[in-house]
């Protein structure tokens, strides 16, 4: 622990990795209370699997049609909300069953970033990084997109707070009340997208899902209002990256495993304590 904090003032690496898990952590808290009220990490899933296939074929533009603008982030934010609004409308309106399209677009996905990967010329070991996260490598370029997506997310999660409560505990509820509930459905989804986009960054796509819902599932234990959900499944997401972020550096262990695996120690460590407690009682 002593070796990163005294080289956190020299290298402007651990400074932007630092930056981006506490960033991070803010749409974290946000969404992350959102999924796991609503119930729907296994669409989150699946939203943070076809992520590869939109970096992978931003990266393929890249070298092979000279796209220098089109960043790999920006490929798995658009590749986010098409299958946001994709799953979201075969949830409301698909006669299939749901579980099974969303599972045909989580293979359809990873299997379209592996094969772009593969055909794409060069070296991808930095595109590759993404499937366990690279917050070691955040360049300052994509620490400002990492803010303005996060801008983003927590400005229109604030603001529409009361309507996507509303969907969150009783749909036939809200549309008594004049609530659209497949658009602000629709529009839940794209912002856990954009959050997906953010997650992966510091922890990958493989393990994004765990940092999305471990805080709020903890958080959840001790709160009974979602804004304070929020707020407290926010703080624990900046600790655990943190904590991973600081633990990882001197072993030279992957950072987004470390942030997980402290992350989910803790969300057994509570889960159980709380059982026994209440069967005591």
Not at 29 to 54: E, F, P
């Amino acid at each position: 622990m002593y070796t990163f904090f005294s080289d956190l003032p020299i290298y402007p690496f651990l400074q932007y990795a630092l930056l981006t898990g506490i960033l991070s952590s803010v749409a974290c808290g946000i969404i992350g209370s959102y999924v796991v009220t609503k119930r729907i990490t296994y669409i989150a899933g699946s939203i943070a699997h076809i992520v590869l296939g939109g970096l992978g074929v931003a990266r393929y533009c890249q070298v092979v049609y000279h796209w220098e603008w089109f960043h790999p982030l920006y490929g798995a934010a658009l590749a986010a909300m098409v299958a946001s609004i994709i799953i979201g409308l075969v949830s409301m309106r698909a006669k299939q069953r749901e579980d099974t399209v969303i599972g045909a677009l989580w293979a359809i996905g990873m299997a379209t970033g592996i094969l772009f990967i593969f055909k794409t010329p060069g070296y991808n070991e930095d595109l590759m990084s993404y499937l366990f996260g690279s917050i070691l490598m955040v360049s300052p370029n994509e620490l400002w997109m990492i803010l303005c997506l996060d801008a983003l997310v927590v400005a229109t999660g604030t603001i529409f707070y009361n309507q996507f409560l509303a969907i969150c505990f009783d749909e036939e509820f809200s549309r008594l009340r004049g609530i659209n509930v497949e658009l602000y459905y629709l529009f839940l989804l794209c912002l856990t997208a954009l959050t997906v986009v953010l997650l992966v960054t510091v922890v990958g796509i493989v393990m994004v899902i765990a940092l999305l819902t471990l805080p709020a599932a903890i958080a959840g234990e001790f709160t009974k209002r979602l804004w304070h959900m929020m707020l407290l499944s926010a703080v624990l997401s900046a600790l655990f990256t943190t904590t991973g972020l600081v633990i990882s550096y001197e072993p030279d262990l992957p950072t987004g495993a470390t942030t997980i695996v402290i992350a989910g120690a803790v969300y057994l460590f509570i889960a159980g304590g709380l059982k026994i407690f209440r069967l005591r009682d």
